[in-house]
């Protein structure tokens, strides 16, 4: 009994896994496939073919011609000679910048030699179009935007180079040296600024003795003044003819002859 039920049990979560997978798929399905109406589908096969063998052709010739001669014009002027000459609605802005996005772009594939076939989505009240061009030189994709009603009026134009895949590895590889070495250089910054640690502890040594240099001389007592005794030397010669002729005088002499003068004595005065 206990192994019957334990075989149904694992019978049901197998089914139950089995359920789970088949919803999700079927949603996956659901969400990838929407259904277009009848009338939707008439407006995006018509787009197709409006952007490829219209408008593509027209934005080419305008281009060849040179495009700067369409800003003599004002838009509504262009729309105008776009509807008379091709028939066509399309905004005036639309087809000045489609016809310079065609004309730069023709410069780097040459001229269109053909034109593959076009994928269009609707994304709310727009067409999206996109076109693969094939040129001389290299292939391009272009991209035109209608509007979404019965009239598909022209809104955007672009054409787009494709780069080669030459190009796609040199540019890889430009990333690549570039991711590489601004990782390299971040490292190299990070070490140096952790190699400078080790130089904070002697630098703030060196503060600290810098400011403790003055504080001591701030701290330190005033040094006595020293006064230089200044000893005025005179002349003995003189002292003693002076005092000769003093003596001389008291005792009534003339002259100093006879008197010699031996030894002199500072007395102190009391």
Same mark, same amino acid.
């Given at each position: ?114 034109? %593959? &076939? ?6 709310? !009240?727009?067409? =999206?179009?996109?076109?693969? @061009?094939?040129? $001389? ?28 895949? %030459? &190009? ?6 430009? !990333?690549?040296? =570039?991711?590489?070495?601004? @990782?390299?250089? $971040? ?29 001591? &001389? ?53």
């Amino acid at each position: 009994m206990e192994q019957s039920r334990k075989g149904d049990y694992k019978m049901k979560k197998f089914w139950a896994l089995i359920c789970m997978i088949t919803c999700i798929f079927g949603l996956t399905a659901c969400g990838g496939d929407e259904q277009l109406s009848e009338y939707n589908q008439q407006k995006v096969d018509y787009a197709k073919q409006l952007a490829a063998e219209q408008v593509i052709p027209m934005l080419e010739a305008i281009a060849e011609s040179g495009a700067d001669r369409l800003n003599e014009y004002t838009a509504d002027e262009v729309e105008y000679q776009i509807g008379n000459a091709y028939s066509m609605n399309a905004d005036g802005y639309a087809v000045i910048n489609g016809a310079s996005s065609f004309e730069s772009a023709l410069k780097e594939i040459g001229s269109i030699v053909s034109t %593959g &076939e076009p994928e269009a989505t609707i994304d709310g !009240n727009e067409i =999206i179009v996109l076109v693969p @061009v094939d040129g $001389v030189i290299r292939d391009a994709e272009a991209e035109i935007i209608l509007s979404n009603d019965m009239f598909l009026r022209l809104e955007s134009a672009a054409l787009n180079p494709q780069s080669t895949m %030459g &190009e796609l590895m040199v540019d890889a590889a430009l !990333n690549t040296v =570039i991711g590489m070495g601004t @990782v390299f250089a $971040v490292l190299i910054l990070i070490s140096a600024v952790i190699s400078a640690f080790r130089l904070i502890p002697k630098i703030q040594k060196k503060f600290a003795k810098k400011t403790e240099a003055p504080k001591a &001389e701030e701290s330190a007592p005033a040094a006595a003044p020293v006064v230089e005794e200044v000893v005025e030397e005179t002349d003995d010669y003189e002292l003693v003819a002076v005092i000769a002729a003093a003596i001389a005088a008291s005792e009534g002499a003339v002259t100093t002859d006879g008197f010699v003068v031996r030894s002199i004595r500072k007395r102190r005065v009391r």
